[in-house]
């Protein structure tokens, strides 16, 4: 489990430098701290179901927050 987020960490770096490339730099820099916090989950070791429960927390602050954004902060 521990390397999931190693590829969690590979994908959100791959996508923080095509939002670099496309001067995204918001967004770039927001992928940049999802990348660095996956790679160091990766290496710690923990339990499977310590992960589990990390990557729920994840998921469900993510997509709460990308709700709350699409739903309030864009402009029709």
Same mark, same amino acid.
């Given at each position: 489990?521990?390397?999931?987020?190693?590829?969690?960490?590979?994908?959100?770096?791959?996508?923080? &430098?095509?939002? #670099?490339?496309?001067?995204?730099?918001?967004?770039? /820099?927001? @992928?940049?701290?999802?990348?660095? $916090?996956?790679?160091? &989950?990766g290496? #710690?070791?923990?339990?499977?179901?310590a992960?589990? /429960?990390? @990557?729920?927390?994840?998921?469900i $602050?993510?997509?709460?927050?990308?709700?709350?954004?699409?739903?309030?902060?864009?402009?029709?």
């Amino acid at each position: 489990m521990d390397r999931m987020f190693r590829v969690l960490g590979f994908w959100t770096l791959a996508i923080a &430098l095509m939002a #670099l490339a496309g001067d995204f730099i918001p967004m770039a /820099l927001l @992928f940049f701290a999802q990348t660095a $916090i996956f790679v160091l &989950l990766g290496y #710690l070791k923990l339990s499977e179901r310590a992960y589990i /429960l990390i @990557f729920w927390g994840y998921m469900i $602050i993510s997509f709460t927050g990308v709700t709350y954004w699409s739903f309030f902060k864009m402009s029709v």
